[in-house]
């Protein structure tokens, strides 16, 4: 009998987007990032190769996608397609945005679920288990046959404005759909659970209305809770309303901070006193621009979660549940 003492390894890879947060990520967990060859071909193609063996060990690729997110998305699943051919025992595709995540359904006909497809493209490249931090919707994780685990940055905001104010607070949605999101959040902090209620055009892309507030917001400091910023005009409209309302302060936390070009002079028209994000995507220069932006850094809850996922223990132990409400 041939007896092998078990010699379990973790490697953690990076593309090219948000390098920052990988290194980040690599540290809290005590290690190196594994070196990728990284270069594109004058054609656009891009050219990946791994510096070093993966036969056996459990390996993690990582990768923000904005800006360029197609060229980040073909160039995360080269890397994955590479530790396939590599013989890597176990490849953990972490998309701490989840690209196309607005795309999760049809709202006119002949649309694609772009969400679904991102998904069966990496499975197909290889990856056995997927993990991204805060969906948009958490319907996403069904449209994977693999393990897909679902982080949650509510500690991290939760822990910012816990000691935050004196007064009463209100934690409002910018729509009804992310109620759930407000009320986890609200409840560490004893706070008053309301949304906007809000009509979007389905066939104009970017543009919202917003038209009344349900819920306390008079006299009370108001957080408008969403996952993402991206042009900043859901953000905005449903800012003034609150201030008309009679909202103290406002403040906005999301976690994905895309910040498209435009949305800096939507959001500094906007009455927003702070904005709030995490470092799940690389800042394009916009955030800076605002002037009240706070980035806080993901990279130990990713860091928690890798480590739970390379032991085979529990990841919704970490948050005590809540990232799958």
């Given at each position: 009998?041939?007896?092998q003492?078990?010699?379990?390894?973790?490697?953690?890879?990076?593309?090219?987007s948000?390098?920052?947060?990988?290194?980040k990520?690599?540290?809290?967990?005590?290690?190196?990032l594994?070196?990728?060859?990284?270069?594109?071909?004058?054609?656009?193609?891009?050219?990946?190769?791994?510096?070093?063996s993966?036969?056996?060990?459990?390996c993690?690729?990582?990768?923000?996608?904005?800006?360029?997110i197609?060229?980040?998305?073909?160039?995360?699943?080269?890397?994955?397609?590479?530790?396939?051919r590599?013989?890597?025992k176990?490849?953990?595709?972490?998309l701490?945005?989840?690209?196309?995540?607005?795309q999760?359904?049809?709202a006119?006909?002949?649309?694609?679920?772009?969400?679904?497809?991102?998904?069966?493209?990496?499975?197909?490249?290889?990856?056995?288990?997927?993990?991204?931090?805060?969906?948009?919707?958490?319907?996403?994780?069904?449209?994977?046959?693999?393990?897909?685990?679902?982080?949650?940055?509510?500690?991290?905001f939760?822990?910012?404005?816990?000691?935050?104010?004196?007064?009463?607070?209100?934690v409002?949605?910018?729509?009804?759909?992310g109620?759930?999101r407000?009320?986890?959040?609200?409840?560490?902090?004893?706070?008053?659970?309301?949304?906007?209620?809000k009509?979007?055009?389905?066939?104009?892309?970017?543009?919202v209305?917003?038209?009344?507030?349900?819920?306390?917001?008079?006299?009370r400091?108001?957080?408008l809770?969403?996952?993402?910023?991206?042009?900043?005009?859901?953000?905005?409209a449903?800012?003034?309303?609150?201030?008309?309302?009679?909202?103290?302060?406002?403040?906005?936390?999301?976690?994905?901070?895309?910040?498209?070009?435009?949305?800096?002079?939507?959001?500094?028209?906007?009455?927003?006193?702070?904005?709030?994000?995490?470092d799940?995507?690389?800042q394009?220069?916009n955030?800076?621009?605002?002037?009240?932006?706070?980035?806080?850094?993901?990279?130990?809850?990713?860091?928690?979660?890798?480590?739970?996922?390379?032991?085979?223990?529990?990841?919704?132990?970490?948050?005590?549940?809540?990232?799958?409400?």
């Amino acid at each position: 009998m041939i007896e092998q003492e078990n010699k379990k390894k973790m490697l953690i890879y990076s593309g090219s987007s948000n390098a920052e947060l990988a290194n980040k990520v690599a540290k809290e967990l005590g290690t190196d990032l594994a070196e990728v060859e990284k270069e594109q071909f004058a054609s656009g193609e891009i050219y990946i190769r791994l510096a070093e063996s993966a036969r056996g060990a459990d390996c993690f690729v990582l990768q923000s996608h904005s800006g360029g997110i197609n060229f980040t998305i073909m160039e995360q699943l080269l890397i994955v397609d590479a530790l396939k051919r590599a013989s890597a025992k176990r490849i953990t595709a972490v998309l701490p945005f989840y690209p196309y995540s607005r795309q999760d359904k049809k709202a006119l006909p002949r649309e694609p679920i772009s969400a679904r497809l991102i998904g069966d493209l990496f499975i197909a490249a290889g990856a056995n288990r997927l993990v991204s931090i805060d969906l948009h919707t958490q319907q996403i994780q069904g449209f994977i046959h693999e393990p897909f685990d679902h982080l949650t940055a509510v500690p991290l905001f939760v822990e910012y404005f816990k000691d935050k104010y004196k007064d009463p607070v209100s934690v409002i949605s910018p729509d009804a759909g992310g109620v759930k999101r407000a009320t986890t959040f609200a409840k560490h902090l004893e706070a008053y659970v309301g949304f906007v209620h809000k009509k979007r055009d389905p066939s104009k892309h970017n543009e919202v209305k917003a038209f009344t507030v349900i819920g306390e917001v008079e006299d009370r400091h108001a957080i408008l809770v969403d996952d993402i910023i991206d042009t900043g005009g859901t953000i905005a409209a449903a800012s003034r309303i609150l201030k008309e309302r009679g909202a103290k302060t406002v403040s906005v936390v999301a976690t994905h901070g895309i910040f498209s070009d435009g949305s800096v002079e939507t959001l500094k028209d906007a009455p927003i006193d702070e904005i709030v994000v995490t470092d799940t995507l690389e800042q394009n220069g916009n955030s800076e621009a605002l002037g009240n932006v706070k980035v806080l850094s993901v990279s130990g809850i990713i860091a928690n979660a890798l480590t739970s996922i390379f032991a085979d223990d529990s990841v919704s132990a970490l948050f005590m549940g809540e990232n799958v409400l």
